[in-house]
């Protein structure tokens, strides 16, 4: 007696499946802690309530890679336009 093929397919299909989240499951993992972070903290005095997640622009991104930025220092370090939108609003408050 032999086995009916639809069981068959179904073995197949859970085994491909298995085989697609162990491949899977170390590149994702991996990825979270390669790729860099894109938001900058922005602090209160800039805003008015909270601190806020603000995406960087590619031009930052350009500036972060060029000075050899390790990606997961991105959120700390400060940009050219950081420092000049702090500058300016020193100015302001003054």
């Not at 491909?16 to 602090?43: C, H, L, N, Y």
């Not at 622009?57 to 220092?73: G, I, N």
Request: aromatic share 10%; hydrophobic share 45%.
């Amino acid at each position: 007696m032999g086995m009916s093929p639809s069981l068959t397919i179904l073995q197949i299909i859970q085994a491909d499946q298995k085989v697609f989240a162990g491949v899977g499951t170390p590149f994702v993992i991996a990825s979270w802690f390669i790729m860099p972070e894109t938001a900058r903290s922005v602090p209160h005095s800039y805003l008015f309530e909270c601190m806020l997640k603000i995406r960087r622009t590619a031009a930052e991104l350009d500036e972060l890679f060029e000075t050899k930025v390790k990606p997961w220092r991105f959120h700390k370090t400060k940009t050219a336009l950081q420092r000049g939108l702090e500058e300016r609003s020193a100015n302001v408050v003054q």
